[in-house]
Structure formats: C-alpha cells, structure tokens
C-alpha cells in the first residue's frame, strides 16, 4: 500500500462518486437528502472550483480510494467551513488514509484563513464519528448553514487553531 495524495482532477468524477456511493450502500444510508442522490456528487471536479473550497483525492497506484474536501456552504457562520464528501473505500479504513485527508482538509481551510469547521454524518458511521472526536470535533444540537442534506442526523463542530 503506497498511498498519495493531491488534489481533485475532472478526471476524477466517475471514480469518486462510486467510491462514495459504495460507502452509502454499505452502511444502508443510501436515501435522499444526502449526499447519495446529490447531483453534485457527480461532478466534484467543478463543484470544488468555488473559492474557498479545495478536494483531496487519496491513490493507492494510480486507483482512487477516498477523498475529502472543505465548502463554504450557504449559511454557515463567518470564518467557518464545512467538511465534506469526506469517504474512504472499506479495505482503506483503519490504516491512516482517512486521518491523513482530514488532516489535509484541516491544514487547506486554516490556510484559507477559516477558524471553524462544520460537518454532518450519520450515527451509523460511528468509526467516523469516533474519528471525528478524536480530532476535536464536538456534537452540537442542530444543523448549521444550508447544506440541502436534511436526512443528515448528526452535526458536529471544531475550532481550528
């Protein structure tokens, strides 16, 4: 396993959205609003060329096996972004590769000058949602910012620093 990563190429597009789709229909969460029936997951390419917003792709030779990007959604607080389409494939987890995305999502975004990050997931993603306590992501009690995926159950936030 030699894992790279860099950011998203259109190139990209096809092999990503069935990279993150598989991860829906693993863990039985593949229904609407969410990122599953999302038109934009099919062209991430273009969707992370808004300004302050990057997407980093994780490789294992050459075959894409994750990736995880920072939006400014729609009305999320000053100063905060969101941490999204954040997925790795199965035979990936636990070996470092989802850590290393965040801890590239979390460098790009204080670059960016930003100082909060916002996410929404699922209970049942709960290896993910340990991860995300585990960096300093703390529960809150509603959705922030305009995300459209209103099946999403769990929303969390972390200041960077």
Not at 26 to 50: A, C, H, M, N, W
Not at 53 to 62: F, H, L, P, V
Not at 131 to 139: A, D, E, T
Request: hydrophobic share 35%.
């Amino acid at each position: 396993m030699h894992i790279s990563f860099r950011p998203i190429t259109h190139t990209d597009n096809v092999k990503i959205a069935e990279v993150i789709r598989t991860v829906f229909r693993e863990f039985k969460i593949d229904r609407p609003g969410t990122v599953y029936t999302d038109p934009t997951t099919d062209d991430l390419f273009s969707l992370f060329q808004k300004s302050g917003s990057s997407y980093w792709i994780a490789e294992d030779a050459g075959a894409i096996v994750g990736g995880c990007g920072i939006y400014p959604t729609n009305g999320l607080p000053d100063g905060c972004v969101e941490l999204v389409k954040f997925y790795v494939a199965a035979e990936y987890r636990g070996k470092g590769v989802g850590n290393l995305l965040m801890q590239k999502s979390f460098e790009t975004a204080k670059q960016l000058g930003y100082t909060q990050m916002y996410l929404e997931s699922f209970p049942e993603l709960s290896k993910a949602v340990s991860m995300y306590v585990r960096s300093g992501f703390v529960q809150i009690d509603h959705s922030l910012g305009n995300s459209g995926h209103f099946a999403c159950n769990l929303w969390m936030l972390k200041e960077l620093r």
